[in-house]
């Protein structure tokens, strides 16, 4: 049986799920994901566009263009303004998913950190995880 990822927004307006298993979880220390997130680093899910759908409400959406050149569509709670993926068109098939809006975070650990060379002094990466000092694929 497929493992069942389920999630949404702050205010609940939005609702998704995700079956199957995340095909990567990664941080990114980018400071476009930093002002995303207000946080340090942003959480990334990805899993294959197939295995994503909304089950609840509808997202609206914007673009831009991220440091390393890609144009990203990224999808929001039109209410709340929560961030509940994004998709960048170098990567067709693909949804990368926030996973701070998975209902049950507890298992999330990220396998790589990408743009870390824009990453926090006082972020701590654990030993023998990959890192990337910018974007390492297309």
């Not at 400071?31 to 990805?46: E, I, L, N, P, Y």
């Not at 809006?101 to 701590?124: C, E, F, M, N, Y």
């Amino acid at each position: 049986m497929a493992t069942k990822h389920t999630g949404g927004c702050q205010c609940g307006t939005i609702r998704f799920e995700a079956m199957g298993d995340a095909l990567r979880i990664h941080a990114c220390h980018c400071t476009d994901c930093q002002r995303q997130s207000g946080s340090a680093f942003g959480m990334t899910m990805v899993v294959a566009e197939a295995d994503f759908r909304l089950t609840q409400g509808e997202v609206n959406t914007f673009t831009l263009t991220s440091d390393a050149g890609r144009t990203k569509l990224g999808g929001f709670c039109p209410k709340c303004g929560t961030r509940i993926y994004h998709k960048v068109e170098s990567r067709p098939g693909f949804v990368s998913v926030k996973a701070g809006t998975l209902d049950d975070t507890s298992g999330l650990s990220p396998q790589l950190h990408i743009w870390t060379r824009s990453k926090q002094g006082w972020v701590a990466i654990p030993e023998g995880v990959e890192t990337y000092e910018t974007q390492p694929h297309p």
